[in-house]
C-alpha cells in the first residue's frame, strides 16, 4: 500500500465502530450473495434496528440494493432481500509480472468490464509506466464517465523483489536490475493523480480469493500461487497477514531439500528454495531438458493436453509436490490453518493434478494426531493476479479490518458520500 497519512490513537469511537459495523455487513452480503435484515443482524451480531439504520445509509450510498421481497419460512411477513450493487463501486488492477503485465477494470461484485494486457519480458519502468498508463486511460473511455466517477483507486501487485532470483528464473538481469530503486507505485499515483494501493502480487491474489472465491466461506487460509515464480499469502480472521515489510506469506524463499531432477541447477546453499521446485520456470526448464521446445504457457498447454502426457510433466509434479509437503505442514503447524488453496496461471488441469497429489501427500506425510491440511482449488487461475490488485482498493476502503477499531487504519480520500472515516 502506497504511503499515506494514519491515525495514531489507541482505541475506538463511535464513528469507527459505525464504520467497522458497515464494513461488517458489506461483507456479510459478499459472502451470502443475499440476505434479508435479520440475517445480516444474525451475522453481524447487531440489533435489527442497527441494521436497519445502516442499509439505509449503504443503500443511499449507492453500495446496496433491494432485490425484492421473499418469504422465508411460513409465517410473518415477506422479507426484503439485499445484496451489494455491483455498480456501486469501480477500481483499477495492475499486475506487473517478470514476463508480462495486465491492467483490469472491476466492479462491486468482481466482475471484469475491461482489460489489457502485455506478454512480454518486464521493459524497463518506464516504459512499463507509459504503457500502463495508456492502458488505464483506455480503459477509462471504454468504461465511461459515470462508472469513472465512482472508481475507489488502483490497485498494483507485483513481486517485490523484481532483480532477484534471476539466476534460478533463467532471466537475464539487463533490465530487471532497474526495477530495484523505482517506485512504480509512487510513479503510477503521479502519472494518473489516481491513489494507488501497492501489495505483492501473492498478497494481493489471496485477498481476490478472500473477497471472491473460497474467503465467502473460509476466513482462515494459506493461499499458494504458482506462476513465474511462486507466489502466495496467509489469510487469518478475514484479514490478509502482512508482516513487518509487507511480505508475509513469502513462499517462494521456504527452504527446502534440493530436488533430484537432473534439470534443477544445484543450490548455491546447503538448502534449496521453494521457488527453484516449484514455478512454472521451473516446469519449462525441466520440459525443455526432456527435448521438448516450449517457451510460452500456452504452448505448456497444450503439451500438457497431448495423449500421451510426456512423462517430463509427471516428474516434475511429483518433485513439486514432494518439496510442497514439508513447506505446507511447516506453514500450517504454525499457523493452525485448516485449509490450503492453491492457483496457478495455467488452464490446462496442471493445477488439479497437484492438488490431487498435494492432498494425498499431505494426508500420507501429517504427523499422528494432527489433522491433514484440506487442499483446495483456487477460483481464478491466470486473472487472479489482475483480479487481487483490482481488488485491494476495495478491500481496504470496505472490508472489516480490524486496524479499523484500533484507529490506525490508514485514511483514504471519501468515497462519495461513503466517507472512509477511520
Known sequence: MSARKTRTGQGSNSAQVRLYNERIVLQALRRFGEASKADLARAAGLTNNAIGTITAYLGAAGLVVELGKKREGQRGQPATMLALAPEGAYSIGVRIDRVG????????????LASRSHDTLLPPPKDMLAAVAGDIKSIEREIGPERWERLAG?????PYHLGSWLRELELPASSFRLWDDFDFCAALEAET?????LENDGNAAAIAELFYGHGRALSDFVYLFIGGAVGGGVVLDGDCLRGGHGNAGDFAMMPVPASTLPSVPRPQRSFDVLLTRTSLAGLKRHLRWHGHAVDTLAEIGDLFRRAPRPVAFDEWIDDAVAAFVP????TTA???VDHVILEGD???????????RLAAALAAATPESVAAPTVLDGSFRARAGALGAATLPLFFNFSPRSSILTGTAPMFREFRDYAVRA
Open 327 to 330: 513447506a505446507i505442514l511447516a
Open 101 to 112: 503485465c495486465e491492467t483490469v477494470c472491476v466492479d462491486f461484485g468482481g466482475h471484469i
Open 193 to 197: 493523480g489516481i491513489p494507488v494501493f
Open 154 to 158: 488502483i490497485g498494483l501487485a507485483q
Open 346 to 356: 495455467l488452464d490446462c488441469g496442471l493445477i488439479e493434478a497437484i492438488v490431487e
Open 334 to 336: 504454525t499457523l493452525d
